[in-house]
């Protein structure tokens, strides 16, 4: 990766595997690499070089459409930002994935999922009416209403006080330990990664430890 004249090695030779059903951690301060990593994981960059494969198949030789359908389908995203459109209810923030291509029964799916994170009572507030760690658990919804094999959150307690922080990462672990999703936190706080059954940690683009 560039930086003027200046090349940087995000990523310098890192070689894991994450396997079904996995709940991992990955920790670094900021410029370790983690959210470069993240987003190859997510199939929202490729790797310059290497190789990485999702379900045996190399990420690097698909076209963006196939990455496209990755994404939408076997990934769930979830933010440290809500990313909510306030105007929408909770409800109809959930649904909006599933605009996009032909997905039966939304409403059903939407509620569902709603029902999951613990909001059944709130499909029809808005994020205005929801506090942090409800808007939150909406963006978890909406990331697990396709159904992905895989839920990636990026620092996904970073804006929550720690109260809402640990409900959060009680409905991640409940999903993992009950529903077999696949769970990947980024985060920098030790408190979070504590969660995870394995921590990988990096520095300077380089995994320094890989612990379960």
């Known amino acids: 990766m560039g930086a003027g004249t200046i090349q940087v090695r995000a990523l310098d030779g890192v070689s894991i595997d994450i396997h079904d059903g996995e709940y991992v951690a990955i920790m670094g301060a900021s410029g370790s690499g983690k959210s470069t990593l993240m987003n190859i994981i997510g199939c929202l960059d490729i790797p310059t070089t290497g190789t990485y494969h999702i379900d045996g198949q190399a990420v690097e030789s698909m076209s963006n459409d196939h990455l496209a359908d990755i994404r939408s389908r076997k990934v769930g995203f979830v933010f440290q930002t809500h990313n ?3 105007r929408l209810t909770a409800l109809a923030n959930v649904e909006l994935p599933m605009m996009y291509g032909h ?4 409403r059903k799916r939407a509620e569902n999922a709603l ?16 506090s ?4 939150q658990r909406v963006g978890i ?3 697990l209403v396709k159904e992905p094999s895989v839920l990636l959150a990026d620092e996904p307690t970073g804006n929550l006080d720690t109260s809402n922080s640990a409900e959060i990462l009680n409905i991640i672990s409940d999903l993992n ?6 769970v990947i936190v980024v985060t920098h706080e030790p408190d979070v990664a504590a969660r995870a059954d394995r921590v990988i940690t990096l520095s300077d683009g380089r995994v320094i430890s890989d612990e379960t």
């Open 132 to 135: 942090g760690g409800q808007q």
């Open 177 to 182: 330990h009950e529903n077999g999703i696949t």
């Open 115 to 130: 029902t999951l994170v613990g909001l059944a009572d709130r499909t029809h507030h808005r994020p205005t009416e929801l």
């Open 141 to 143: 919804a909406r990331a």
């Open 103 to 106: 997905w039966p029964n939304r």
């Open 84 to 86: 909510l459109l306030p």
